[in-house]
């Protein structure tokens, strides 16, 4: 563990470690905030080339700005560590709070994470990592997707893969298997899981071990999704569908293509529910008479209003008997 203050940042408690590095809260005393520091591995030893790199893609992480982005401030390099300053986050992951069982939730909560997608690929930067312990949501239930640039800095670490779990190779795309070239939709591909996921709290592809995991990636159909959400509109089974292609040329060819189906999945869902949705409490607005809900008033005309209407009513009546007895027997 590093000292209790580092630079002008005091320790406070140890969040997270993986292959990356560790990650400890810690109180920035100059902006009087809670920042996260992610102490890179002290056994790696960075040359200048190494160091180099690391700043040339702190510099594009920095501008990387969006709100369901985690931030990163800035990058650290001294004698002894080497340290990211990234915007500390509360709240719960996103695998803590799976199933998602409202649609509703769940369009909104797709719709932030192919925004952030979008931004990111804009700039060049994919992110090849994504799992649901790596998207924080809020008590307000915003998303902020953590993991941005780590698949360089493994590079940049020169850390190999470790044997992971079934969980870990089925958000992996078929080309990441495969270990060629990959572009935007690999992530496309691991969106498509993550969604699957968070609906059903199941896994698309059904394996007990890696090794059998990565076979059905890359060989087997997606366990249809309906099986455990028979609940879900056709539109959102078919944007989950074709992001879980096999071929990248079959998914969507960008984040931005999913983007606009969820925008317009949303549209389309918020019209429904705005039909079927009664009023409720007193909105000032008058309520269509199919779905008027009785809300402790009395409702109706005032009985000075209907007198004359009434009266008018019975003569019209009593006229109209007359003239058909006058009609029958002239």
């Not at 809670?34 to 690391?54: G, H, I, M, N, Y």
């Given at each position: 563990?590093?000292e209790?203050?580092?630079?002008?940042?005091?320790?406070?408690?140890?969040?997270?470690?993986?292959?990356?590095?560790?990650?400890?809260?810690?109180?920035?005393?100059?902006?009087?905030?809670d920042?996260?520091?992610?102490?890179l591995?002290?056994?790696?030893?960075?040359?200048?080339?190494?160091?180099?790199?690391?700043?040339?893609?702190?510099?594009?992480?920095s501008?990387?700005l969006?709100p369901?982005?985690?931030?990163?401030?800035?990058?650290?390099?001294?004698?002894?560590?080497?340290?990211?300053?990234?915007?500390?986050?509360?709240?719960?992951?996103?695998?803590?709070?799976?199933?998602?069982?409202?649609?509703?939730?769940?369009?909104?909560?797709?719709?932030?994470?192919?925004?952030?997608?979008?931004e990111?690929?804009?700039?060049?930067?994919?992110h090849?990592?994504?799992?649901?312990?790596?998207?924080?949501?809020?008590?307000?239930?915003r998303?902020?997707?953590?993991?941005?640039?780590?698949?360089?800095?493994?590079?940049?670490?020169?850390?190999?893969?470790?044997?992971?779990?079934?969980?870990?190779a089925a958000?992996?795309?078929?080309?990441?298997?495969?270990?060629?070239?990959?572009?935007?939709?690999?992530?496309?591909?691991?969106?498509?899981?993550?969604?699957?996921?968070?609906?059903?709290?199941?896994?698309?592809?059904?394996?007990?071990?890696?090794?059998?995991?990565?076979?059905a990636v890359?060989?087997?159909?997606a366990?249809?999704?309906?099986?455990?959400?028979?609940?879900?509109?056709?539109?959102?089974?078919?944007?989950?569908?074709?992001a879980?292609?096999?071929?990248p040329?079959?998914?969507?060819?960008?984040v931005?293509?999913?983007?606009n189906?969820?925008?317009?999945?949303?549209?389309?869902?918020?019209?429904?529910?705005?039909?079927?949705?009664?009023?409720?409490?007193?909105?000032?607005?008058?309520?269509?008479?199919?779905?008027?809900?009785?809300?402790?008033?009395?409702?109706?005309?005032?009985?000075?209003?209907?007198?004359?209407?009434?009266?008018?009513?019975?003569?019209?009546?009593?006229?109209?008997?007359?003239?058909?007895?006058?009609?029958?027997?002239?």
């Amino acid at each position: 563990m590093p000292e209790k203050t580092v630079s002008h940042y005091i320790i406070l408690d140890k969040l997270g470690e993986g292959p990356t590095g560790t990650v400890y809260r810690a109180r920035d005393t100059k902006r009087e905030r809670d920042v996260a520091l992610k102490f890179l591995p002290t056994r790696v030893q960075l040359t200048e080339s190494d160091k180099q790199r690391l700043r040339a893609d702190a510099t594009q992480a920095s501008l990387l700005l969006h709100p369901n982005i985690r931030a990163f401030y800035s990058l650290k390099i001294e004698k002894h560590e080497c340290f990211a300053v990234l915007e500390y986050l509360e709240g719960k992951t996103l695998k803590e709070l799976m199933p998602i069982e409202s649609q509703q939730v769940a369009i909104n909560y797709a719709i932030y994470l192919c925004s952030a997608f979008q931004e990111a690929h804009s700039r060049g930067i994919l992110h090849l990592n994504l799992r649901p312990e790596g998207v924080i949501v809020s008590a307000k239930r915003r998303l902020k997707i953590i993991g941005f640039g780590e698949a360089r800095l493994k590079d940049v670490l020169k850390l190999t893969r470790t044997t992971g779990t079934p969980e870990d190779a089925a958000y992996l795309s078929p080309e990441q298997i495969e270990g060629v070239a990959l572009d935007a939709r690999s992530d496309v591909f691991s969106l498509g899981v993550l969604l699957y996921h968070m609906l059903s709290g199941q896994l698309p592809f059904k394996a007990d071990h890696e090794a059998g995991m990565f076979y059905a990636v890359q060989n087997q159909k997606a366990v249809p999704i309906r099986q455990y959400r028979p609940d879900l509109s056709p539109g959102f089974v078919s944007i989950i569908e074709k992001a879980l292609e096999k071929k990248p040329e079959d998914r969507y060819q960008s984040v931005e293509e999913m983007l606009n189906e969820f925008r317009h999945l949303k549209r389309a869902s918020f019209s429904i529910s705005k039909v079927f949705t009664r009023p409720v409490g007193d909105t000032g607005r008058v309520a269509t008479q199919p779905f008027r809900k009785f809300q402790g008033k009395k409702e109706g005309m005032p009985l000075g209003k209907m007198l004359p209407l009434l009266i008018g009513a019975l003569l019209l009546i009593m006229l109209a008997i007359i003239a058909i007895r006058a009609f029958i027997n002239p």
